[in-house]
């Protein structure tokens, strides 16, 4: 069983596209996160949820929007797409917040041509 | 802020030692180590919580030092299974909610 799986796994799009990148865990963490893995491999934290409530948004774009319909699932919606937001998107999760383990999901490439 | 890793790549022979710094201008609350084989998503290896802590994993080990700015990780005669991207995630206060990830060091083990 997938701990924490992300589908699609790539995405290859236009820009001024809008897609959606689903994330479910089945840990039963109460935490989850959404990073952003650039080219040069820099992991950047965009959101964090906690028990479906946003807790940080890192000066992200608004055209990235999170949606947490519940605990295991954390969603991400990006509007108009760029081909700066070209990317390895990482979902993770963790049972709280600080002082432990995340689990990292296997990624979704995204390419916007 | 994000913490500072050095080198930023390491090529080894294996059976040789490695140790990767991590280092920021703050005292931290934490230090978590991943590692991230390419095309894989990161994988949690150690945290270390106080000032003066050392843990091990198999021959991987890392120190967190007494004013909590700075980690080591130590790679002991190296694996080819040890290649991989190594990034270090700080936390700056409990419950901070966040790990800031340093820019990675990649380390590369030759046969």
């Known amino acids: 069983d997938t701990a924490v799986s992300q589908t699609p796994k790539y995405l290859v799009t236009q820009m001024g596209n809008d897609k959606s990148i689903k994330c479910e865990q089945n840990?039963?963490?109460?935490?989850m996160y959404w990073y952003k893995q650039d080219s040069k491999k820099f992991l950047k934290i965009m959101f964090s949820?906690?028990?479906?409530?946003?807790?940080i948004n890192e000066t992200v774009p608004n055209r990235f929007s999170p949606k947490s319909p519940d605990k295991a699932h954390l969603n991400l919606h990006i509007n108009s797409l760029e081909l700066g937001d070209s990317a390895v998107y990482f979902c993770?999760?963790?049972?709280?917040?600080?002082?432990?383990?995340?689990?990292f999901g296997q990624g979704t490439r995204l390419t916007v041509v | 802020q994000q913490p500072v890793q050095s080198p930023q790549a390491v090529i080894l022979r294996e059976g040789e030692d490695a140790v990767i710094n991590c280092s920021s201008s703050?005292?931290?609350?934490?230090v978590h180590w991943y590692r991230q084989k390419h095309g894989e998503a990161p994988v949690f290896l150690m945290i270390?919580?106080?000032?003066?802590e050392q843990k091990g994993h198999e021959k991987i080990s890392a120190s967190f030092n007494e004013k909590k700015q700075q980690s080591s990780l130590y790679l002991t005669a190296s694996q080819l299974s040890y290649s991989g991207t190594y990034f270090c995630?700080?936390?700056?206060?409990?419950?901070?909610?966040?790990?800031?990830f340093g820019q990675g060091t990649r380390l590369t083990i030759n046969p």
């Open positions: 993770a999760s963790s049972p709280w917040t600080g002082n432990t383990e995340a689990f």
């Open positions: 840990l039963g963490h109460d935490t």
């Open positions: 949820y906690n028990n479906k409530e946003l807790i």
């Open positions: 703050k005292a931290l609350y934490s």
């Open positions: 270390l919580l106080k000032g003066g």
């Open positions: 995630g700080t936390e700056v206060g409990q419950g901070a909610q966040k790990l800031v």
